[in-house]
């Protein structure tokens, strides 16, 4: 458990995700993410299996402030993936979120990779943002082409479902 203060936020503390903190986070992400249809991105087998590689930040009452959840990669064991972020919509843009991911990239860089890669529809632009202000930079290699100005790559998850791969390279890589 790690306790960081970030700008408006007095203390945030940093724990380990549970399997008991599944039903809580899977019921509100939906929200969180403005309506999205998310929950199905976040079944239970994220908690089970992942926790090592995951981080909840919660305020000093115990109240959510967001989670990060993802893992190393086990064919790219130089690669981090990162599954999920996201922050409670009443926080943001009070530097949790690049708080969890300076959490995530430490698991990253203490499991020996070099590099953390994220994907998002390149129409999330609060994503896309987020992400490029934190250090990351769109996959613009072949077979890549700019969607909503993002080099982004058609169909990657089927049908219409474009996706914009994000790469992060870790210090010291
Ligand atoms: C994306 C998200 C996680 C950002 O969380 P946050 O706690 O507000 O982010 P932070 O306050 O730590 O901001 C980190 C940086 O990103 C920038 N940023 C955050 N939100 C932004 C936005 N909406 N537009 C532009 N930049 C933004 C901040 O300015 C900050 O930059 P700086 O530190 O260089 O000044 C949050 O908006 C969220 O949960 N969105 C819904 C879920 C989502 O889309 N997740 C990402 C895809 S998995």
Request: glycine residues 10%; aromatic residues 10%.
């Amino acid at each position: 458990m790690a306790r960081v203060a970030v700008s408006a936020v007095a203390a945030i503390t940093f724990r380990r995700p549970t399997e008991a903190d599944h039903a809580p986070i899977v019921e509100l992400v939906d929200e969180w993410w403005g309506g999205r249809h998310m929950r199905a991105l976040l079944p239970r087998l994220w908690f089970r299996h992942f926790s090592g590689t995951s981080w909840i930040a919660e305020d000093d009452r115990g109240r959510l402030l967001g989670f990060v959840i993802g893992f190393i990669s086990p064919d790219h064991p130089d690669t981090a993936y990162a599954h999920m972020i996201a922050t409670n919509p009443n926080h943001r843009r009070l530097g949790i979120g690049r708080a969890l991911y300076e959490q995530f990239f430490a698991d990253a860089l203490a499991a020996g990779a070099r590099q953390v890669q994220a994907i998002t529809w390149p129409g999330n632009r609060v994503s896309v943002d987020f992400h490029k202000r934190l250090g990351f930079r769109p996959d613009d290699g072949s077979g890549t082409t700019p969607i909503y100005g993002v080099p982004a790559y058609p169909d990657f998850d089927g049908d219409g479902q474009d996706r914009a791969v994000l790469i992060r390279t870790l210090p010291g890589a």
